[in-house]
């Protein structure tokens, strides 16, 4: 199974990105999904998240200009990122827990994390 995560990049402050992050493998069932972001010197942070019924949760710094949704059918969480900030600047990483099976056709529950993506925002 495997968290494949995408869309970083640089943008200037006021701008708009979208992060996808697609799950792959033998997966019976994803559960919650969500973004995390680490900047330079700072600990890693709840960014946004999603149940699989579409409940959603935002850290109060992007309230109202990020939004996270997902793709059941296609296993993938989105981030669009709206109205960017210079301190909106991080590692972006998506994470999710799910139901796989394993080599014995077993379900097994396991959280994962995608590798991360660098956003950049410029003053």
């Known amino acids: 199974v495997q968290l494949q995560a995408c869309g970083g990049g640089w943008v200037q402050a006021g701008g708009s990105l979208r992060l996808s992050c697609v799950v792959s493998?033998?997966?019976?069932?994803?559960?919650?999904m969500g973004w995390f972001r680490q900047a330079r010197g700072q600990e890693r942070e709840l960014v946004a998240a999603i149940t699989s019924g579409g409940n959603t949760n935002y850290a109060d710094s992007v309230k109202g200009r990020f939004t996270v949704s997902r793709d059941n059918a296609k296993n993938t969480v989105y981030l669009q990122m709206n109205s960017l900030k210079p301190e909106d600047t991080a590692v972006y990483s998506c994470n999710a827990d799910f139901l796989y099976y394993d080599d014995s056709e077993q379900r097994v529950a396991l959280r994962s994390w995608g590798q991360g993506t660098l956003v950049t925002v410029s003053s």
């Open positions: 493998g033998r997966i019976s069932r994803i559960n919650n």
